[in-house]
C-alpha cells in the first residue's frame, strides 16, 4: 500500500514539474548545463545504467552513492538560502516605493520653482525690448520713406530730362535715360492713387509718345516713301533713335522696319513690273542678282544703324522673298500659255538655289508668315529616296539593277527655313512638267519596244540567259530622276499626279515589254469537268519552245519579280516623301499584281511546254498492248522519252531561274500538279492489262516518281534536297497511281468513255464525289450515266479506303 501511494506521489510530482518547451527552453538559455540530471527529458533508469554500466562497476555503488548525497545537500542548502532571502522582500519592495514616491513630489515641486522662473523672466525680456522694437520699426519705415523720395526725386528730375533731351533729339542719352525712368516708375505702381505720382506717370507715356512720333518722323524724312533716298541721312541720329525704339512699343519698331523695307525695295518694284522683258522667267537670274547687290549696299551703307538683333538683312530677303513670290505668280498666271517645261524647270532651279543660298546665310528666325511657316516646320527633303543612299551616279545604277533601295540611310542634312518661299508659286504650274514626263516615259516605253525587236531575245547560254532585261533598270533610273525635281518642287498634288503617271506606264511595261514577248501557245491547261466526260480529248501535239525562247521566258519572268519587288520599295519610298495628308492616295497594289500575273503566266507556259512535250510519250503508253506484255524488263520507252524530256528542259530553266529560286520551285510544284494527274488518266487508258504488264507499269510508275523527286536538282552537279512542298506532292500523287495499278480490276472491259468517268470519280474528294454522283442522279440529260454509276462509284470508294488504311498503316509504322 505505501508503495503504490510513493508511485503516486512521484507522479504527480512529475506532473507538477512538467514545463512547457518555451519555459524549458528560456531556462536552458539563462542556466546553460551539461548535466544529465538537468535535461528535460531526464530518464532515471539511463543515468543509473550510465553510472554502472557493466558488473565490475558495482564495485564502486558506496563512493556513487556519497556524491550524489553530496549534491543532494549542496542543493538543499541553496534552496535554503533562497527561501530565506525571499523571506523580506515584500517588505523592502513597499518601503522602496514610498522612497520613490517622496522623490517624485519633490522632483515635481522644483519644476514648478523653475517654470514660474522663467515666465518672470519672459516678462521682463518684453519690458527690456519694447522700446528697441518700437525703434527697430521706425527705422525701417525711415529707410523705405527715405529710398521712395529718392526714386521720386530721380522720377522727377528724370521725367524733366527726357522731356528736354526729347526735343533737343539726344536719342543717345534717351535711351539710357528712358530705361532707367521705366525701371524706377515700376516702384510706384502700387502708388498710382496719390495725383502727384499719377501725373509723373502720364508724363512719361506722354514722352514716350512724342518719341515715337518723333523717331518716324525722322525715318520719314530721312527715307521719304516716295522719291529716291536722300544719301548722307542722320545716320548717328538714326542709329541713337533705333535703340530708343527697342525700349519704345514694339509697333514702333515694327513701323520703322516695315516703311525702310517698302522703301528699300521700291525700286525692285519698279524694275521687274510685270510689262517689263526682265520680268519673264528666262531672266530670273537678274531679279536674284539684284538682290544680292542690295543686301552688299546695306551693308556697307546701313549695317551700323540699326542695332544687330533687328536682323534687317534677313528681314529685306525675306520682304524680297515674298514679293517676287507674288509678282512671279501674277506673271505666270498672265503669259500661262508661254510656260515651257525647260523655262520652267529652269526658273525653279535658279530659285531653289537662291534658297539654298538664304539659307547659308541667315537662320531663318524673322519668318513670320502664318502658311508659310506652317510649311517650313515640315520642309520636303530635297533628295530623291532612290538617291539618298547612293554615293554616286554610278553607284545608283548599280544599286537599282540589284533592286537594293533599303540601304542604311545618312544622315539627312539640316532642313532649309526658306525652302519654298519663293518656289512655292511654280507649284501650280508644274502640270507642265508632269506633261513632259508623261510625254517622255512614253518614248521611253516606245524605245523598249523597238530595242527588243532589234536585238532579240537574250542568247542563250551566255550571262545574258534568263538575266533583268537592261530596259527595267533604265525605266527605274528615269523614276529616280523624275522624283528627284519633283520631291525638290513640291510633295503635294504635282508628286499625286507623277505617281499616277509611274502607275500608267508600269503597265504599260508589263504589257507591252513582257506580256507582249512571251511565245504564243495554243494548248491550254484545265481539269476534268462533267461537261469533259461528254467527249473525248486527246492530248494535241504542240510544238516545243526552243532553247531561246525558254530563255526569254525565263528572262521575262527575273525581270517581272524584280519590277515587282522594286515596285513595292518605289511605293514605301513615295509615302515617305508625300504630304503626310496625301499617303493614303498612293497604292501601287494594282501595277504588282500585273508583275504577279506576268510571273505566273511565265511559269505557266514553261509548265505547258514541258507538259506537252511529254504528251506524246504518255499517248505512246496508252496504246502499248499490256494484255501481250511476257516479261518484266527495264523501263519502258516511253519512260526514257519522259525522262530525256525532262533533263532536256529543267536544267535550262533552273539555270536561268538562278536569281528567283522560289519561282522555280513553284515551277516544279505546277508540273508536278499538271504531269501526275495525266498520267493517271492515261493509266485508266490502258485497258486490258495482264498481271505481267501491271508490273511492268508499276515498275515504269516508281521509275517516274524517282524522276519527279530528283525533278528541282536533275542534271546539276549541286545536289540540293528538293522542298518538302514539292515531295509531299509527288509522294502523294505517284503513290495513288500505285494503288490503282494494284487495286483497278484487270477483267473489266472499259471504254475511253468509262476511264473518264472513272478518273473524273476517282480524282474529287469524298464531299465532291458525293456531290457529283447526285447532280448525275438529278439530272435526266445524264441518265444514260445511272448504269455504270453504281459499280464505279464502289471502286472508287473501295480504293480511297485503300489509300486511307495504307497511310494509317504508314503513320502506325
Not at 521682463?124 to 522694437?133: A, F, L, P, Y
Not at 532585261?469 to 513640291?490: E, G, I, N, R, T
Not at 461528254?534 to 521566258?553: D, N, P, Q
Not at 530553266?653 to 522560289?662: E, F, G, Q, V
Amino acid at each position: 500500500m505505501m508503495e503504490e501511494e510513493e508511485l503516486e506521489f512521484v507522479e504527480e510530482l512529475e506532473a507538477v514539474l512538467q514545463l512547457t518547451p518555451d519555459v524549458q527552453l528560456a531556462i536552458e538559455q539563462v542556466f546553460p548545463s551539461q548535466d544529465p540530471l538537468d535535461r528535460a527529458d531526464f530518464n532515471a533508469v539511463e543515468y543509473i545504467n550510465t553510472l554502472f554500466p557493466t558488473e565490475q562497476s558495482l564495485a564502486n555503488i558506496d563512493e556513487v552513492v556519497n556524491k550524489i548525497r553530496l549534491k543532494i545537500r549542496r542543493l538543499d542548502d541553496n534552496i535554503r538560502t533562497v527561501v530565506r532571502g525571499q523571506t523580506n522582500v515584500g517588505q523592502d519592495g513597499r518601503q522602496a516605493l514610498e522612497e520613490a514616491q517622496k522623490a517624485i513630489q519633490q522632483l515635481f515641486g522644483k519644476i514648478k520653482d523653475i517654470k514660474d522662473k522663467a515666465e518672470k523672466s519672459e516678462q521682463m525680456v518684453k519690458e527690456i525690448t519694447r522700446d528697441i522694437k518700437q525703434l527697430d520699426h521706425a527705422k525701417r519705415h525711415l529707410t523705405t520713406s527715405i529710398t521712395t523720395l529718392n526714386h521720386l526725386h530721380m522720377l522727377a528730375g528724370g521725367v524733366d530730362s527726357l522731356e528736354a533731351m526729347t526735343r533737343r533729339r539726344q536719342y543717345g542719352e534717351v535711351a539710357n535715360l528712358l530705361q532707367g525712368v521705366m525701371n524706377v516708375l515700376e516702384h510706384f505702381h502700387k502708388y498710382m492713387g496719390i495725383p502727384q505720382i499719377r501725373q509723373l506717370s502720364e508724363r512719361v507715356k506722354a514722352a514716350q509718345t512724342e518719341l515715337g512720333q518723333q523717331i518716324l518722323a525722322d525715318f520719314e524724312e530721312a527715307f521719304p516713301s516716295q522719291g529716291t533716298k536722300r544719301p548722307g541721312g542722320p545716320s548717328n541720329v538714326l542709329r541713337d533713335a533705333c535703340l530708343v525704339a527697342n525700349i519704345l512699343d514694339p509697333r514702333i519698331k515694327q513701323e520703322i522696319i516695315k516703311k525702310f523695307i517698302k522703301q528699300h525695295l521700291s525700286e525692285y518694284l519698279v524694275l521687274f513690273q510685270e510689262n517689263q522683258d526682265v520680268a519673264w522667267l528666262d531672266k530670273i537670274d537678274r531679279r536674284y542678282a539684284w538682290i544680292k547687290r542690295q543686301l552688299v549696299d546695306y551693308e556697307e551703307k546701313y549695317g551700323r544703324m540699326f542695332p544687330r538683333e533687328w536682323y534687317m538683312t534677313e528681314r529685306i530677303a525675306v520682304e524680297f522673298c515674298h514679293v517676287t513670290r507674288t509678282e512671279l505668280a501674277k506673271i505666270m498666271r498672265t503669259r500661262a500659255k508661254e510656260i515651257e517645261v525647260k523655262l520652267l524647270l529652269f526658273a525653279i532651279q535658279r530659285t531653289t538655289n537662291f534658297e539654298g543660298f538664304l539659307a547659308k546665310r541667315f537662320s531663318g528666325c524673322t519668318l513670320t508668315d502664318g502658311t508659310l511657316q506652317k510649311k517650313l516646320e515640315s520642309p520636303p527633303p530635297s533628295t530623291n529616296p532612290f538617291l539618298e543612299d547612293e554615293p554616286a551616279p554610278e553607284m545608283e545604277e548599280l544599286a537599282m539593277e540589284k533592286g537594293d533601295l533599303d540601304q542604311p540611310k545618312k544622315p539627312k542634312a539640316p532642313d532649309n527655313p526658306f525652302h519654298g518661299i519663293v518656289s512655292k508659286c511654280f507649284e501650280p504650274h508644274l502640270y507642265v512638267y508632269i506633261e513632259s514626263q508623261d510625254k517622255n516615259l512614253g518614248e521611253l516605253i516606245d524605245r523598249f519596244v523597238a530595242d527588243f525587236k532589234a536585238q532579240g531575245p537574250p542568247k542563250p547560254n551566255t550571262d545574258e540567259g534568263g538575266a533583268v532585261l537592261p530596259s527595267c533598270a533604265d525605266l527605274f533610273v528615269y523614276y529616280k530622276k523624275c522624283m528627284v525635281q519633283c520631291s525638290q518642287l513640291s510633295t503635294g498634288e504635282p508628286m499625286i499626279a507623277l505617281t499616277t503617271i509611274f502607275q500608267k506606264y508600269l503597265r504599260e511595261y508589263a504589257w507591252k515589254i513582257l506580256s507582249g514577248n512571251l511565245p504564243k501557245t495554243t494548248s491550254s491547261s484545265g481539269g476534268l469537268t462533267i461537261s469533259s466526260l461528254l467527249k473525248e480529248k486527246e492530248g494535241s501535239e504542240v510544238a516545243k519552245f526552243t532553247l531561246e525562247e525558254l530563255c526569254l521566258i525565263c528572262s521575262i519572268l527575273s525581270t517581272a519579280e524584280y519590277c515587282l519587288a522594286t515596285t513595292q520599295q518605289l511605293e514605301e519610298k513615295l509615302k515617305e516623301k508625300v504630304d503626310v495628308s496625301l499617303i493614303e492616295r498612293i497604292n501601287l497594289t494594282g501595277e504588282m499584281d500585273t508583275f504577279s500575273t506576268v510571273i505566273s503566266s511565265s511559269i505557266q507556259l514553261l509548265v505547258q511546254d514541258l507538259d506537252a512535250a511529254c504528251d506524246p510519250a504518255l499517248t505512246a503508253m496508252s496504246k502499248m498492248q499490256w494484255q501481250n506484255v511476257e516479261h518484266v524488263g527495264d523501263q519502258s520507252p516511253y519512260v526514257t522519252s519522259v525522262i530525256l524530256h525532262i533533263k532536256q528542259n529543267v536544267p535550262i530553266i533552273r539555270d536561268n531561274l538562278a536569281s528567283t529560286r522560289k519561282y522555280f520551285t513553284q515551277f516544279c510544284i505546277k508540273f508536278a500538279n499538271s504531269f501526275i494527274p495525266k498520267f493517271i488518266t492515261h493509266l485508266f487508258k490502258c485497258k486490258p492489262i495482264s498481271m505481267v504488264g501491271a508490273e511492268q507499269l508499276l515498275l515504269d510508275t516508281h521509275s517516274l516518281k524517282m524522276v519527279l523527286l530528283d525533278l528541282p536538282s536533275i542534271g546539276s552537279q549541286v545536289v540540293r534536297k528538293a522542298p518538302a512542298s514539292y515531295t509531299k506532292i509527288v509522294v502523294k500523287g505517284m503513290t495513288r497511281a500505285e494503288m490503282i495499278l494494284k487495286e483497278f480490276p484487270a477483267q473489266l472491259s472499259v471504254t475511253p468513255f468509262h476511264i473518264n468517268l472513272f478518273g473524273f470519280l476517282y480524282s474529287a474528294t469524298l464531299q465532291e464525289l458525293q456531290t457529283d454522283v447526285a447532280v448525275i442522279e438529278s439530272n435526266q440529260q445524264m441518265g444514260f450515266l445511272k448504269p455504270h454509276l453504281t459499280n464505279y462509284y464502289m471502286w472508287v470508294m473501295m480504293l480511297k479506303m485503300s489509300e486511307a488504311l495504307g497511310r494509317l498503316g504508314g503513320s502506325v509504322g
